[in-house]
């Protein structure tokens, strides 16, 4: 199991900045990608940026050039620092650790995907 604790959500003016903090814990073996996803009410979960443990980078379109993935791997924590903030931002944000199909201490691991708990990030106009 793969423990997710999230941190840094709030409200914000637009225009202002949060970040957002995402810490690993448990059996972290073969998690190779790590991300954010956010869902806004009615609307699907949509990725809004990940980062792979060598540092590629996927992010949307709709927050290219405003948010920006980092990640520690030394803590296994990936951070979301978000600028020039929108009210369309507003939603739960939820961070994700993908493990790909692992074979550690001789059992194999299939693919998965852990979540965690969601923090709210709300932009007032």
């Known amino acids: 199991q793969v423990h997710l604790v999230e941190s840094g959500g709030g409200l914000v003016q637009a225009g202002g900045s949060l970040r957002l903090s995402c810490a690993a814990s448990g059996n972290i073996f073969g998690i190779n990608t790590m991300g954010w996803y956010r869902q806004a009410p009615g609307k699907q979960r949509e990725l809004v940026a990940s980062?792979?443990?060598?540092?590629?980078?996927n992010v949307a379109d709709s927050v290219q050039g405003r948010f920006t993935i980092s990640r520690d791997n030394a803590k296994n924590t990936v951070i979301l620092q978000m600028h020039s903030l929108k009210p369309e931002d507003t939603a739960v944000y939820y961070c994700?650790?993908?493990?790909?199909?692992?074979?550690?201490?001789?059992?194999?691991?299939?693919?998965?995907?852990?979540w965690g708990q969601g923090t709210q990030v709300t932009v007032s106009s």
């Open positions: 994700n650790a993908h493990r790909a199909p692992t074979y550690y201490s001789s059992t194999y691991y299939p693919e998965y995907d852990y």
């Open positions: 980062i792979t443990n060598v540092g590629m980078t």
